[in-house]
């Protein structure tokens, strides 16, 4: 059984920084992309950022140049790193990723149990 286990989210003032981790467990082959997502009550999952296996980027608009993806390949983590935080980061954060996990035959998509995060003074 594949699970995506977060951690790292907390309240946090104005300005300040979080880091996020996610790792998957089980039996698995291979993790192609990871990401994390973030939702808010009453609205659809939005994409923060999404690293590949070949370790390319994108992030949405919103955070770029405050939020850094990276990922561990020999662990199986992704991590993302939060710096100049604001209010309307304030969300639940969910992470994802793509495996390939022993007997499935293909790539499925994971998701974590998300974990709050929230910025205010």
């Known amino acids: 059984q594949v699970q995506l286990v977060e951690s790292g989210g907390g309240l946090v003032q104005p300005g300040g920084s979080l880091r996020l981790s996610c790792t998957a467990s089980?039996?698995?082959?291979?993790?192609?992309?990871m990401g994390w997502y973030r939702q808010a009550p009453g609205k659809e999952r939005e994409l923060v950022a999404v690293i590949r296996r070949s370790g390319s980027t994108n992030y949405a608009d919103s955070v770029k140049g405050r939020f850094t993806i990276t990922r561990d390949n020999a662990k199986n983590t992704v991590y993302l790193q939060m710096n100049s935080l604001k209010p309307e980061d304030t969300d639940i954060y969910f992470c994802?990723?793509?495996?390939?996990?022993?007997?499935?035959?293909?790539?499925?998509?994971?998701w974590g149990q998300g974990t709050q995060v929230t910025v205010s003074l």
């Open positions: 994802n990723a793509e495996i390939w996990a022993l007997f499935s035959g293909t790539y499925v998509t994971y």
């Open positions: 089980g039996r698995m082959f291979s993790i192609n992309d």
